[in-house]
């Protein structure tokens, strides 16, 4: 197995198809330097769409090759992955693999203390494992994440601007409570960035990193959230009608549930913070880049990258 190629899993939170500059044709709202270089040097999928709008059903699609009406998965509500449900990360691990993930899973409930569910990350097939929950758990859940904030006197800072955030108005954007040093994106991403940069083992490594970004909350710390203009973003894009009789789904049900009202400038505000998040993580990529540089080993690596 030492000459087979290492794995660089790269995955984002709700990411939109065109956020990041290679999709837009030159008139990019927002800059992805190191997303671009990997859509250059390799090859981009521009046809592909979620089978779902929900993130745990979209994840287990994703881990196991199966749609939603295959696994009955259709909400984030009590679902756990089976680890006895054959995914590709138990695959990589028996072709001899060492595999990490650093980041977010959501293969199963973010409640409690994810630190106490490893064991399910290691049925998974992973084998070194820091899991983190989204933006929106990590006021409730635990992890080494949300330890450390605890430790540094941040986490209750951060629960109480989650809690206000969400008390009126939901889709306020503003810059995160937490430095940037300490932001979730940049931990994700300076934890793989470690692992990667220490790395000593003789088998060909599989690293899955996980953002939890740009999902909103839209609270992309400085100097990110005011990197873009709220003006120069792009304009609001219009819901569309429900054409032709067309079903209904999930994403209807979840936007006549909760579509907010928007004053004038707030989705502006939204998007740039949201853009702000984008190169962020971009950055974030691109050390991660630098270290597999850095190892000599960019020419046996294989880079995938795609959001939920």
Request: hydrophobic share 35%.
């Amino acid at each position: 197995m030492t000459n087979s190629p290492n794995i660089l899993f790269l995955m984002t939170d709700q990411q939109r198809w065109d956020a990041m500059s290679a999709a837009q044709n030159g008139d990019a709202w927002v800059n992805t330097p190191n997303l671009d270089r990997i859509a250059a040097e390799g090859m981009r999928f521009d046809r592909c769409v979620t089978t779902t709008p929900i993130c745990i059903p979209a994840r287990v699609t994703l881990a196991t090759g199966r749609y939603p009406h295959n696994t009955s998965v259709w909400n984030n509500v009590h679902y756990t992955l089976p680890t006895d449900m054959p995914n590709w990360m138990q695959t990589l691990k028996g072709l001899g693999y060492r595999t990490s993930l650093f980041g977010k899973t959501h293969l199963h409930p973010h409640q409690g203390d994810l630190r106490e569910r490893e064991h399910l990350l290691h049925g998974y097939g992973l084998d070194d494992v820091n899991e983190i929950g989204g933006p929106r758990a990590s006021a409730a859940v635990g992890s080494h994440m949300t330890a450390m904030w605890e430790e540094l006197g941040l986490l209750e800072a951060y629960r109480a601007d989650f809690r206000e955030r969400f008390a009126n108005k939901a889709h306020v954007a503003r810059p995160s409570v937490l430095p940037l040093e300490y932001y979730a994106d940049v931990y994700v991403g300076q934890q793989a960035k470690t692992y990667l940069e220490e790395y000593d083992r003789d088998q060909p490594w599989f690293c899955w990193v996980s953002f939890g970004g740009p999902h909103e909350p839209w609270d992309a710390p400085e100097p990110y959230a005011s990197m873009y203009d709220p003006a120069q973003m792009p304009a609001p894009v219009a819901r569309p009608a429900n054409a032709n009789g067309r079903r209904s789904g999930w994403l209807d049900f979840y936007m006549d549930r909760s579509s907010p009202h928007f004053d004038e400038g707030d989705i502006g505000a939204m998007r740039a913070n949201y853009a702000g998040n984008v190169t962020l993580i971009d950055d974030q990529i691109g050390e991660i880049l630098g270290v597999i540089e850095k190892r000599g080993e960019m020419d046996n690596t294989i880079i995938a990258f795609t959001s939920d």
